[in-house]
């Protein structure tokens, strides 16, 4: 939800999670120690734990695509080897920001369903959808400010 006043980071005993210049709420994969504590504080389920589990058996070559911790890349997954054991969540795919692009999410919706931008530029596209009547945030009653914005 990459909130502005995140509440998982709040409760991070090692700081692992903290907020980035850019608004997206990071995980430091090498301080995590995998309490857990955030995933009991984020009132959106927006985190998980990686218990280290294969898709093998389900998806030919799962595995051997590696996905980049905010712009780390740390290979092949193993046992006992980071992130698994760690918390993760979503991160608007950082490295693919870095690069000029737009989060896989965005780019594969076949739906055209989902934006990505700018809000505070007011002639984009999000800032014009987050200015209609139709748009909202989950649970804004608890003061989190959460950055994606949805539309009835």
Known sequence: MQCDKPACAQV????????????IVAIDNDRCIGCRYCIVACPYGARSFDFGDSYEQEMQGANDVTSPEYGVERGNREKGKTPIGTVRKCSFCFHRLQRGEEPACVETCIGDARFFGDISDPNSVVSKLAASPRAFRLKEELGTHPNVIYLR
């Open 12 to 23: 991070c005993p090692t700081r692992a999670t903290y907020k980035m210049e850019n608004g």
